[in-house]
């Protein structure tokens, strides 16, 4: 197993004391919060939270670890991933790291090689990262061109099934929305997705035919029931207006599913009013937005020889301050989209605090990658530490947001149920046989 920096009590009944919580992921606790951190005893019957009490109010016979006020957080939701394109990079990698090059490496590759069997090994080896990692809910995108829908959506399933004690697993269908006009195609990507609980997304590209496609969109969306996770505007191009149109959509066409829009980028790059109205519209029309820091940074306004002029990130704050859910998540791993990333949503809330600006203050941040995106992804009971609910915890030996953000955290302990988890990584040497060296 992992080193880590302190071994909770193998018991049914014990007490995490003196620790250090965000109180933006606790529910049901009142207390005094210092830079939106509480301390608290927490109390863990049978896999379950049975009480958060003041620190040193925990029953005196029950087995206790002192944390000495280190971190403790709920374990964490990564809400948009790819979890069918991961680890890629060694067999396909992006010559220029851009966002066409990125397009082409990953067609090539899943023309040639994602069978069932090698989608299957990628994503387990994913997975394995993720759950080591304290994460219990992903939502994943799955590239859904023929024939791949099949493939991967049958294959989604049944991972879904292997892993609901684990991590509880979303999928979507991710497809350029043009692809709709072959009207035989999108009945049978819709039914296939309805039949294996999930949701319908898509691509969406500014086009004289954008409003039809998206009212096209939600009309089969609302008709199987079906919620809406959209790839928008991931470009450095202020003409890009597709997130207006959705929201535009969703409104003409009354439509009462969820919606969440991701990336967004170009929205930071519009003038100030025209950015203003959009966000409004976002707001009016009750859509969820996740940021998606490290890959956005990484792909956006990249060009050769040239220093990037701007992070990549969508105008998060003003959303926010609109009354927009707002999250968020990993994207892309080890594949054409984004080199590296590991699926540790700590590494992304780190990364996310610099690059957003969640500091200064830190009171609510925490939020991003724990209550925000569960309740974006319909699982309120997850995602936050509060009496009653599942005992599956991340503890930490940072007290700190300064300690927690300046190292990796890499020592840290997860609880699934009360029981702690072995967080041995897999080896990449596991993929050889699929992806090379």
């Not at 997975?127 to 990692?133: D, F, K, N, V």
């Not at 029309?285 to 060009?303: E, F, G, H, K, T």
Request: one cysteine or more.
């Amino acid at each position: 197993m992992s080193y880590s920096f302190i071994s909770p009590p193998n018991a049914g009944r014990f007490v995490l004391s003196n620790a250090t919580l965000p109180a933006a992921a606790v529910a049901g606790y009142e207390a005094p919060a210092a830079e939106g951190l509480v301390r608290a005893d927490i109390v863990i019957a049978d896999g379950m939270i049975s009480a958060l009490l003041p620190p040193g109010e925990a029953p005196v016979e029950l087995a206790k670890s002192d944390l000495k006020e280190g971190m403790v957080w709920p374990c964490f939701t990564d809400m948009h991933t790819h979890l069918d394109k991961g680890h890629i990079w060694p067999r396909n990698a992006n010559p220029d790291g851009n966002f066409q090059g990125a397009l082409e490496a990953v067609r090539a590759d899943r023309e040639a090689h994602w069978s069932a069997g090698d989608v299957k090994k990628r994503m387990e080896f994913s997975l394995r990262c993720a759950y080591a990692h304290g994460t219990s809910l992903i939502r994943t995108h799955l590239d859904s061109l023929a024939p791949q829908h099949r493939i991967s959506f049958e294959l989604f399933a049944e991972m879904r099934d292997v892993w609901k004690d684990r991590i509880a697993l979303q999928a979507v269908a991710l497809f350029p929305l043009e692809n709709m006009a072959d009207t035989a195609y999108f009945a049978d990507l819709v039914g296939l997705v309805r039949k294996k609980g999930g949701l319908i997304g898509g691509v969406t590209r500014m086009s004289a035919d954008l409003e039809s496609q998206l009212d096209t969109l939600f009309k089969a969306a609302a008709d199987n029931g079906l919620d809406v996770d959209l790839h928008v505007d991931e470009t450095d191009d202020p003409a890009a207006e597709t997130l207006k149109a959705i929201a535009q959509a969703v409104l003409r066409n009354r439509f009462d599913g969820t919606v969440t829009a991701g990336h967004c980028c170009s929205l930071a790059r519009q003038d100030g009013e025209t950015a203003k109205r959009t966000v409004e519209l976002v707001a009016e029309a009750r859509l969820a937005i996740v940021s998606l820091p490290m890959c956005n940074l990484y792909l956006q306004d990249r060009y050769p020889g040239r220093t990037p002029r701007w992070r990549g990130v969508t105008l998060f704050h003003e959303l926010a301050a609109a009354g927009v859910a707002t999250a968020v998540a990993s994207d892309n791993t080890r594949d054409p989209f984004y080199a590296y990333g590991d699926l540790d949503p700590v590494e992304v809330f780190r990364e996310a605090v610099r690059m957003l600006h969640l500091d200064h203050p830190l009171d609510t941040a925490a939020r991003v990658v724990t209550t925000s995106p569960a309740d974006i992804l319909g699982r309120p009971d997850m995602g936050r530490i509060a009496v009653g609910t599942a005992a599956d915890l991340v503890l930490f030996s940072a007290r700190r947001w300064s300690e927690f953000l300046s190292r990796p955290q890499s020592d840290r302990v997860v609880l699934r149920r009360g029981k702690v988890i072995d967080r041995s990584l897999p080896d990449y040497r596991e993929l050889d046989s699929i992806v090379g060296a």
